[in-house]
């Protein structure tokens, strides 16, 4: 399609693909993207509508909730409840499934999402993003069980994310490539910007926190390390590093001009699997990551595999170029690590 083509465009088209549409998914993204562009509008102006700061209350995991964390939290649920696509909606924010309206009518998909990923770094107006899933709801038109929401990454109908940067982009999947939409600012509207967009095989780009180097396990100390080494280490080649500390900018970078990003298990917190959250970051950005001819893996086993546990586990992330992603698990079963 040409660049430029508008998002409702670019779904009618894709709809049209697929027999058996009944035209509830065009639907159902059509009003996901009136909640991110309410969203996109209080990022950029986060600055004066006194959205800056903590909320004063914590989120599942213990973590410090931003006003926009609420923000957005709320601008995707009060959106999304009345429109009858969806039996329910799982959020990193929220530590049970929010239940429906008793009035609204109940659907055939699920909704998981981060609301603002990477929120810490709003205050100083570096980027960040939501991330979304959406799944088959096991009973459609009525509520569903926790349970439900715990479908293994493999089963998304659809995954991707929207990136607050120097302009929002929508970035998304269906199974069927990856495509990513700017939003223009002065029609409102989200246009075609890249489709079937494929990560670059060639990297010498990763991308870990590395403050946390002394409670890396072995395998990650010495990919670093050999990283580090550049030519004149077993790696051969010089690499190059960048952290936001957002993981939605981290991969919208490796999307496009390669790389692999880490966020492995560390000993700093003995008892968690790793930082990010199997349902809301790791599966959607696997998805894309697939479809865009990347791997992901949680250092051992492909990502998309797992089965989840529970709505808010964590997981070891190894997201990005194929050829990277597979010799850093090459390092795990050399060297060691959970
Ligand atoms: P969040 O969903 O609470 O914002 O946390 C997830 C974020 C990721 O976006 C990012 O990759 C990571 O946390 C950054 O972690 P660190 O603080 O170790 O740099
Ligand atoms: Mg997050």
């Not at 670059?200 to 946390?212: C, L, V």
Request: glycine fraction near 10%; charged fraction near 20%.
């Amino acid at each position: 399609m040409q660049i430029g083509t508008t998002l409702t465009r670019f779904l009618l088209d894709e709809e049209r693909h697929h027999h058996s549409a009944t035209g509830e998914f065009t639907r159902l993204m059509s009003d996901l993207t009136t909640a991110i562009r309410a969203i996109s509008s209080a990022v950029n102006r986060a600055g004066i509508l006194e959205v800056r700061g903590q909320a004063g209350s914590t989120n599942t995991a213990g973590e410090a909730q931003q006003k926009l964390d609420v923000t957005a939290n709320d601008l995707v649920l009060e959106t999304m409840d009345p429109l009858g696509h969806l039996a329910g909606m799982a959020s990193e924010e929220l530590e049970i499934p929010y239940a429906l309206a008793a009035g609204s009518p109940r659907g055939k998909y699920l909704l998981v999402f981060d609301p603002l990923d990477g929120s810490s770094n709003i205050d100083v107006n570096i980027s960040v993003g939501t991330i979304f899933s959406v799944l088959e709801a096991p009973n459609p038109g009525s509520d569903p069980a926790p349970e439900d929401f715990l479908q293994s990454g493999s089963r998304q109908v659809a995954a991707g994310y929207a990136v607050y940067g120097s302009s929002t982009m929508l970035v998304y999947t269906t199974g069927v490539g990856v495509h990513a939409f700017t939003l223009d600012p002065y029609l409102g509207e989200f246009l075609l910007a890249d489709q079937d967009l494929q990560i670059p095989q060639e990297t010498n780009e990763y991308a870990i926190n590395a403050s946390n180097r002394r409670f890396w396990e072995p395998a990650i100390q010495r990919y670093i390390h050999d990283c580090e080494q550049g030519k004149d280490g077993p790696l051969g080649e010089d690499y190059n590093m960048r952290w936001v500390g957002s993981m939605v900018a981290d991969f919208h970078r490796i999307l496009t001009r390669g790389g692999v990003f880490l966020y492995p298990r560390d000993l700093k917190k003995p008892d968690d699997p790793g930082k990010l959250r199997l349902l809301y970051e790791a599966n959607p950005m696997a998805f894309l990551a697939e479809q865009a001819g990347g791997a992901c893996t949680d250092g051992h086993s492909r990502m998309l595999d797992r089965k989840p546990e529970s709505l808010h586990q964590k997981v070891p992330v190894v997201i990005g170029s194929r050829s990277e992603v597979e010799r850093v698990g090459q390092y795990y079963r050399e060297y060691g690590g959970a």
